[in-house]
Structure formats: C-alpha cells, structure tokens
C-alpha cells in the first residue's frame, strides 16, 4: 500500500479582519514542501480554509502530474471550522442551497465550495490537532502563516 500523503495547514489573522495569512506543509514521495500567502484584509476562518484549498490543489496537482503517486491525503488542521465543516456541515449547506440551519447565508461559501471540489478530488480526510501545542508540522505552518501576514502587512 502507498505511504498517504500528509498535509499540515493553518491560517493567521492580525486581527480579525484585518491582513492575514496562511501556510501549509506537504509530505508525500519522499519529499517536503511547503507554500504560504497572505492577503491584506480577511478573517482567520478565510485563511484557515485557503490553506487547506492551496494545499490540496498543490497536491492534485502534483499526483495529475504523475510527481505523486495517488495515496490517501490525509489533511492536519487545528481549527474546528475546517474540521467540523467538512466533515459534518457541508452536505447540509449544499442541501440546503448553502444555507446554514438558521437560513442564514454560510460564511466564505467561495472558500467552503473550493475545498469541496478539492475533497472530491483527492479523497482528502481531515484530522484535527491542538494548535500551539508543540506539534512540530503544526508549528511549521504557524510559521508560514504568520509570514504570509507579514508580508500582506506590508
């Protein structure tokens, strides 16, 4: 059986709104890579999912390319936003014609639609972490993140 691919993410916020980033970290064919970016005015929860988003296209991209061999993904996160959302409230938004159980619109529904597509695309399974807990890929990706404000500071 092929080693699953493992993906760590996160997102930052100077303040909320205000510019923020997000970061990733790739393992799988032997390699490690890693991406990050920012954007100067958005939430913590918008970054969260385009760290996932970015993450998981790098990663489809890569095993279309043949560069990565198809293999379970397996997605880090430790935000309860991406988790929960993509393990138990997307199927009722889509349903629902992206309305939350309130009827309210759901929020960055944009973002919410992007990982949908890549989920399917990549079989991707979400797995939660305590952040800022010394997890060393975690961390890495705090890292990355915190980068990617800095520079949509700037």
Not at 79 to 107: C, D, E, F, H, M
Not at 112 to 126: E, S
């Amino acid at each position: 059986m092929t080693a699953p691919i493992v993906i760590y993410t996160d997102g930052a916020c100077s303040g909320n709104p205000g510019p923020g980033g997000w970061g990733w970290v790739c393992m799988g064919g032997g390699e490690i890579r890693e991406g990050y970016g920012g954007n100067p005015a958005t939430t913590n929860n918008r970054m969260e999912l385009q760290a996932a988003v970015e993450a998981l296209a790098c990663v489809h991209t890569r095993i279309i390319s043949g560069e990565l061999p198809a293999a379970p993904v397996r997605v880090h996160t430790d935000s309860q936003y991406v988790k929960n959302g993509i393990s138990s409230w997307l199927a009722a938004w889509k349903r629902n014609g992206w309305k939350t159980a309130a009827k309210s619109p759901v929020k960055n529904q944009d973002l919410w639609q992007q990982l949908d597509v890549m989920v399917q695309k990549t079989g991707a399974a979400f797995i939660w972490v305590k952040g800022h807990a010394g997890e060393v890929w975690n961390e890495r990706c705090d890292t990355l993140a915190r980068q990617g404000v800095a520079e949509a500071s700037s």
